[in-house]
């Protein structure tokens, strides 16, 4: 080897003769393994570990180091390392010392990857939030458009409200079929009778009552198909009022919840346990965050929301914002079981995998209440199970869902198959 320094940085050189290197440094040790070989260095000083920097050329490697405290060193190697206990101890606090900066930066990124995804489904929330807005706008533009139009037909007298209706059926926009009807039954000028002639009421009467017709009038016109207008006071009885609706009375009653089973089995206890502890899982958290909003600390909002991203195919923010729900409150097996299916959409089988194994741990005591959640649940493993290629696994949930679930058709059809897949693959192993 070859080592050269200065104060602040020093340079070690070594030659290996193979492609091949896996360099390890730490403060005081610096390890360098070229198969079947390797060269190791118990440093007398310490080092800058995140700013070492190995170059390898042709059969050389070059180990640039940069020292803790600018200084000339009298020596490169720890004296201490020539006992081999001491020298394996050196090695042991080497190891420990970066697995430890190793889990550090782990929890950092991962800290950063969480607060990313939370940024990432507050802009979704955000764009979903913005689009109501702004259709809510448009809807109260519309709303604000037709009172002020109500308001201008108020402030009319009858002449003008006349005219106004005449010129919008000159433009079509108001003739209705039903309209029509009643128009083309009261559009004769006269009317036989008994061999006389009849003459209808004058033209401003029948012109005011097309125009009660189309402003949705609560008045309700008579059957008059087979009667005969004679007077205009007799055309006034045309229209009737419907008076006011009659009013009643709803009588609600709640029936107590029914348990199947007979009272000396019955399982109301570990219901009631089941129902308490959903109820705990479900409620609204007290985070330190002053900027979350109270909804956003509620998990089954973050759930209904999250199932509006999985809807619309937006798998990532619908698994961040069940994450984010779990993270509030990791108590509600829903957002596992729902989570694992955006996993599996994902092809990310192991994740579903563990997220339904929580899931059935969290769905006790196993009662009627939660038997389909369990069911729906084993069937969602088991298919998981089926993608990574671990069918026995695969076939062990899919029986416990059939137990729990004997009327299930398509259950018992998966576990023929998976049964037949087995003992094919047995035979084809065994030839």
């Known amino acids: 080897k070859q080592w050269y320094q200065r104060r602040v940085r020093g340079i070690l050189r070594k030659t290996v003769k193979t492609a091949n290197v896996d360099v390890f440094v730490t403060p005081f040790y610096v390890k360098v393994n070229f198969s079947p070989y390797f060269f190791e260095l118990h440093l007398f000083h310490e080092v800058e570990d995140k700013s070492a920097r190995a170059v390898l050329e042709k059969d050389t490697i070059t180990l640039h180091l940069t020292k803790k405290l600018p200084a000339k060193w009298k020596a490169i190697r720890n004296p201490e390392a020539k006992d081999s206990a001491t020298r394996q101890q050196l090695v042991q606090n080497a190891i420990k010392y970066h697995e430890e900066r190793v889990r550090v930066e782990l929890e950092e990124r991962m800290k950063v990857k969480a607060k990313q995804n939370g940024q990432a489904l507050r802009t979704a929330m955000d764009q979903d939030s913005q689009e109501r807005d702004r259709i809510e706008s448009i809807k109260q533009v519309e709303r604000d458009q037709v009172a002020d139009e109500m308001v201008e037909w108020q402030k009319l007298d009858d002449d003008e409200r006349e005219q106004k209706y005449l010129h919008s059926v000159k433009r079509g926009s108001v003739m209705t079929d039903t309209f029509a009807e009643v128009i083309s039954s009261l559009d004769k000028t006269s009317t036989e009778k008994d061999g006389s002639l009849i003459n209808s009421y004058?033209?401003?009467?029948?012109?005011?009552?097309?125009?009660?017709?189309?402003?949705?009038?609560?008045?309700?016109?008579?059957?008059?198909?087979?009667?005969v207008i004679s007077t205009p006071d007799q055309k006034s009885l045309l229209w009737e009022s419907s008076g006011p609706r009659k009013s009643s009375e709803i009588a609600v009653r709640f029936t107590p919840r029914y348990f199947p089973s007979a009272a000396r089995e019955s399982l109301r206890e570990e219901e009631e346990t089941w129902l308490a502890k959903n109820t705990r899982a479900q409620s609204v958290v007290k985070l330190a965050d002053g900027d979350t909003k109270e909804k956003e600390r509620n998990p089954v909002w973050l759930a209904d929301k999250a199932s509006i991203f999985y809807k619309q195919g937006n798998f990532p923010a619908a698994i961040n914002a069940y994450s984010e729900a779990i993270n509030i409150s990791s108590g509600l097996p829903k957002l596992y079981i729902n989570r694992a299916s955006a996993y599996i959409v994902l092809n990310m089988f192991e994740n579903a995998v563990t997220d339904c194994s929580q899931a059935l741990e969290l769905l006790t005591p196993p009662v009627e209440r939660n038997r389909m959640s369990r069911v729906r649940t084993l069937a969602k493993r088991g298919s998981a199970y089926c993608q990574l290629d671990k069918l026995q696994q695969a076939l062990e949930d899919y029986r416990l869902a059939q137990q729990l679930a004997p009327e299930d058709q398509n259950l018992r059809v998966d576990v023929s198959l998976l049964e037949n897949k087995l003992e094919f693959n047995t035979k084809t192993i065994l030839q």
């Open 202 to 227: 004058d033209e401003r009467t029948y012109k005011f009552e097309k125009i009660k017709f189309n402003l949705g009038n609560p008045l309700k016109p008579r059957d008059y198909s087979s009667e």
